[in-house]
């Protein structure tokens, strides 16, 4: 769904399916890369709103993986948030070490820095 906004303040809304009357139209506030550990805090601080859509309620992100990370324990890309709230303990998937939020947060943004450089 894309959508603009004419001088007028009219809303044009395109869509690439039939969308049936009465069914609720949403938008794409963040790209589709960035990891829900990014993503998710975002929203209650610059729309006022929790998402409760499926990739932000399955800490999979739909089975994408886009927040995976290696575990310290094991080695291994197994290491995912425990439950869907946004602060949650992060769990070895393999061998069961955990990880707190905070860490896990520490060591993504300092990828990201790491990659905006490169």
């Known amino acids: 769904t894309r959508y603009t906004q004419t001088m007028a303040g009219e809303m044009i809304v395109r869509a690439a399916k039939h969308i049936p009357k009465g069914e609720e139209i949403t938008t794409q506030y963040r790209g589709p890369n960035t990891g829900n550990i990014l993503r998710r805090p975002d929203f209650p601080a610059n729309w006022l709103f929790s998402c409760d859509c499926p990739r932000c309620t399955d800490p999979t992100e739909l089975g994408t993986m886009a927040s995976t990370m290696i575990c310290a324990g094991c080695q291994e890309p197994c290491l995912l948030p425990a439950s869907s709230a946004l602060d949650c303990v992060w769990r ?27």
Do not use: G, P, S
């Not at 061998?95 to 450089?117: G, M, P, R, S, Y």
């Open 92 to 118: 070895c998937t393999n061998c069961q070490t955990e990880e707190t939020h905070e860490n896990v947060t520490k060591v993504v943004q300092a990828l990201e820095i790491e990659l905006d450089v490169f």
